[in-house]
Nanobody, 116 residues
Framework: VQLQASGGGLAQAGASLTLSCAAS????????MGWYRQAPGKQRELAAA???????AYADDVKGRFTISRDNAKNTVLLQMNSLKPEDTAVYYC???????????WGQGTQVTVSS
């Protein structure tokens, strides 16, 4: 399984960015997909996740601003980030998880930098 993340960059506070992650995995619709982020000096944390049924979960500090979605036909998961804040600055990692197989795969990370 390979995960290719893209879409990061530099944005001003209040702007929007969309991250995309393409997975080279068959039966993509079965997997839980997530976006995690790691700010400098901090642990990696979950930002948003979406399971095979389309159920979503968000970190408290991104609720109402970030939206995760998936396109199973394209093996892609998106993270729409609106109203960005400087504290959203981090490296964002795409994750694929499938508990029955014990799978937990990571993409290479994409940098998001939000200036005030």
């Amino acid at each position: 399984v390979q995960l290719q993340a893209s879409g990061g960059g530099l944005a001003q506070a209040g702007a929007s960015l969309t991250l995309s992650c393409a997975a080279s995995a068959s039966a993509f619709s079965r997997y839980t997909m997530g976006w995690y982020r790691q700010a400098p000096g901090k642990q990696r944390e979950l930002a948003a996740a979406i399971d095979s049924g389309g159920n979503t979960a968000y970190a408290d500090d991104v609720k109402g601003r970030f939206t995760i979605s998936r396109d199973n036909a394209k093996n892609t998961v998106l993270l729409q980030m609106n109203s960005l804040k400087p504290e959203d600055t981090a490296v964002y990692y795409c994750n694929l998880a499938y508990r029955p197989f014990g799978w937990n795969y990571w993409g290479q990370g994409t940098q998001v930098t939000v200036s005030s």
